[in-house]
């Protein structure tokens, strides 16, 4: 039994929430999103709550139960407030900087690195160590972040690159040399 799937969403009193047979739309002070259900998955509004149904216990019932409950409460917590996700750069002259609707990584290449906010998102460079994804798709905000660590992923012995805040890099020791 899904204890995900099973518990019921309260939409807040800012969001409108709108179900037209296997598409769902979520409107709110941040922005608008939709989504497609799965058709297997039954999902109801009833005085600001909202329900999802299986029809049966079949293994992808049930694993489709507790995911459209979280993308459904995804939505509604994009669209009452953004989702960010934390860059940290470091590295001797690797920086970020913010141009208009781009920002330009020098990452130790022989030319700078720019990339274009998607639709939807935007770059923040609080400084030139921190980039700061923002948007109300979380699986958008997180598919760009990881597309930015891309660009220069942490190595594991000097530490440097680009790594999300709350990740921990694991550091292995140098060549020992003679003895």
């Known amino acids: 039994m899904s204890r995900i799937g099973n518990s019921p969403i309260t939409v807040p009193q800012d969001v409108e929430v709108k179900i037209d047979g296997t598409k769902i739309t979520v409107k709110g002070p941040k922005g608008t999103l939709e989504r497609e259900i799965h058709k297997n998955m039954a999902v109801s509004i009833d005085n600001n709550v ?6 049966d216990d079949e293994p ?4 489709l139960h507790g995911l459209t409950r979280t993308l459904i409460n995804n939505m509604i917590k994009g669209v009452k407030e953004e989702f960010t996700r934390e860059l940290q750069i470091n590295g001797v002259g690797y920086r970020a900087q913010k141009q208009g609707n781009k920002i330009v990584l020098s990452l130790g290449y022989s030319h ?12 923040e460079v609080p400084n030139p160590t921190t980039i700061i994804v923002k948007g109300i798709d979380k699986e958008l905000v997180g598919q760009t972040a990881a597309v930015v660590r891309t660009k220069r992923p942490p190595e594991v012995y000097r530490g440097k690159g680009i790594k999300y805040a709350e990740e921990v890099i694991r550091r292995k020791e140098g060549k020992a040399g003679k003895k």
């Open 60 to 63: 992808e019932n049930k694993s």
């Open 112 to 123: 700078p690195v720019e990339m274009v906010e998607p639709q939807g998102i935007t770059f």
């Open 50 to 55: 909202i329900t999802i149904k299986r029809p």
